[in-house]
């Protein structure tokens, strides 16, 4: 069974029919890169499986719990975490503290101390910065602590939105070896990304949207050597 079902999904900003029937599932254990053109219905996708879009339609199941009269906390509690293009890394707040937000949404009843040693661990940048200001580090560092902060409760699932925009190389490669070791833990990963090479040497699987559609959707390998369908569809 997927970890991750949808089905016949169409969305709507106001008037904009945004999707147009997207059907996607990821299995358990699975890094999918969704990849297109800006513009394309990537980012809004996965806002809708997170449930922030003002009307959808169709069908979202998660873990064999259906999503779609579901908010955005409720999903989050099932084990769905998000990580947003735009970080909100909370102003004002350490590096500790935002990470105790991450744990305080979830209600997940994980011991504090515990839980961010073990993330810190991973995170060795965030490790020394625990009691900075999260809002003053640098972008890439903002990056890692919106990941770590939705890591540390432990969640099934991760959708991650342009996680490498903007990024040093160096961190965006750190985020490669982060990625990886969560698929060899188990944790299912849906990512949006503008760098599709990068992307497709992650993944195992590779949908591709346009225009609000599904159109193409293979193996990563395959997608990786298939320069005349990236032209068409992803070149910016």
Known sequence: MAMLEIKDLHAWYGASHILHGVSIAVGQGEVVALVGRNGAGKTTTIRSIMGLMPRMTGNISFAGTDLMTLQAHQRFRLGLAYVPEDRRIVPGLTVRENLQLGLVASHAGINERDAIDE????????????????????????????????????PKMILL???????????????????????????????????????????????????????HESSSAALLADKAIQERYCAV
Do not use: C, H, Y
């Open 161 to 215: 939105d342009e996680p490498s925009e903007g990024i040093m190389p160096v961190l965006v490669e750190e985020m490669g070896v982060l990625f990886r070791r969560l698929r060899d833990q188990g944790v299912t990963l849906l990512l949006v990304e503008q760098n599709v090479e990068w992307a497709l040497r992650l993944a195992d699987r590779a949908v591709i949207i346009d225009q609000g559609e599904v159109v």
């Open 119 to 154: 993330i810190a661990e991973s995170f060795p940048r965030l490790k020394e910065r625990l009691d900075q200001e999260g809002a003053t580090m640098s972008g890439g560092e903002q990056q890692m602590l919106a990941i770590a902060r939705a890591m540390i409760a432990k």
